[in-house]
């Protein structure tokens, strides 16, 4: 034990010295280096088939500083002394911001033509939750989940009376052509075009699982936060624009407490993204935080079994989660996850392939 005690310890010491870029990918990826540090701050920007060598390097350095930026925002409000949630909800509010995640800014299109939202934000100390789903108006839903969780007595609102409730409570209001970016249009034609043939060569499509749509990821994409502030208030928040080309109203996991967000001071924080039809009926982020409490598991070995749930059904995506005592789990079924951490002194990691 003792042994490989030093050996770990030795690679740590190599690894800082080695500078941020050598150390990046061992910390994220290695269960046992993310017990070397004190977490304050994890994020996502979404799972899917992301590799290397369809990524220019241009894309590559943009998303790369779209996520620093949104790790800044939210390191500097906990270094404030500001709340976890203050935390999560910065740190959301830059990547909705942002048009290259489908969040806010950048949410893909439904079949109708339309950009409709999800968020979700809940308070590990109190367990208080807020969440908006199906709205194009506000600009930034994670504001909008938080001012339901603090300023109305209900958890979710939806649609038009999302938007009328943010309005009243004096959130900022945009024209939902606000949202639109030519990239998610473009995606949505494509998405459309693949219907049209499908729908004229039905003899030749077979429809995964029994949700009657192909798993192509990258219809999927969402956001999220989880952090720890100087106090020990765990939080958690996500946003997203769902599906390209979902239909009838569709609603995610992102939203849905305990499903794609759910926040506990006693267990963990947790922000999921994939395929939510199965983080839905897998009930992915209050099923680690039991496995933890009830089990006794790590956030590790938590965070691995319910994404391997996940996979068993035939769902993929990923997760963050951070637990009571700062150690974090990044773990995923698909070929890349955006996401960056950043350690209780400021440093900053930040990977995106497998």
């Known amino acids: 034990m003792k042994t490989i005690s030093f050996l770990r310890s030795a690679t740590w010491l190599l690894m800082l ?18 017990h070397l540090e004190k977490y304050v701050l994890v994020i996502h920007g979404g ?3 992301i590799l290397k060598k369809n990524m220019t390097p241009q894309k590559e350095a943009a998303y790369k500083a779209g996520l620093e930026d949104a790790l800044k925002a939210g390191y500097k409000a906990i270094q404030a002394g500001k709340s976890s949630l203050d935390a999560v909800e910065a740190t ?40 908006v789903a199906g709205v194009s108006t506000i600009r930034n839903p994670i504001t909008a989940a938080r001012a339901v969780m603090q300023k109305s007595e209900h958890v979710m609102l939806v649609g038009r009376g999302a938007e009328q409730f943010a309005k009243e409570a004096g959130l900022e209001i945009v024209d939902p052509s606000y949202f639109r970016t030519q990239e998610r249009w473009d995606g949505l034609q494509k998405a459309l075009r693949e219907d049209s043939v499908k729908s004229k060569l039905d003899h ?29 208030n765990l939080a958690a928040g996500t946003s997203t ?65 319910v994404i391997e749930k ?7 995506g990923g997760l963050i989660a951070l637990d009571k005592e700062g150690h974090a789990a ?9 996401r960056g951490l950043v350690t209780a002194d400021g440093k900053i990691i930040i990977e995106i392939y497998k």
């Open 17 to 34: 010295c080695s500078g941020l870029q050598a150390a990046a990918s061992p910390i994220i990826n290695s269960e046992d280096s993310l």
């Open 204 to 232: 030749s499509y077979q429809p995964a699982g029994k949700l009657g749509i192909e798993n192509i990821d990258n219809k999927f994409g969402t956001v999220g936060a989880v952090a720890l502030d100087k106090a020990g």
């Open 92 to 131: 959301i509010r830059v990547l909705e911001d942002n048009p290259l995640f489908n969040a806010g800014k950048g949410a893909v299109f439904t079949h109708d033509g339309r950009n409709e939202m999800d968020a979700a934000i809940m308070n590990g100390k109190t367990l208080e939750a807020g969440s």
């Open 241 to 305: 624009g769902g599906m390209t080309n979902k239909k009838y109203g569709r609603v995610g996991d992102a939203p849905i407490i305990g499903a794609g967000t759910y926040a506990n001071n006693n267990t963990v924080a947790v922000s999921c993204t994939g395929w939510g039809e199965f983080f839905i009926r897998s009930v992915v982020a209050y099923d680690l935080s039991a496995l933890m409490a009830y089990k006794g598991l790590s956030v590790q070995e938590a965070g691995k079994a």
């Open 47 to 49: 799972a899917g088939t």
């Open 330 to 338: 990044l773990p995923f079924n698909t070929e890349g996850m955006y």
């Open 310 to 316: 996940v996979g068993k059904l035939g769902g993929n």
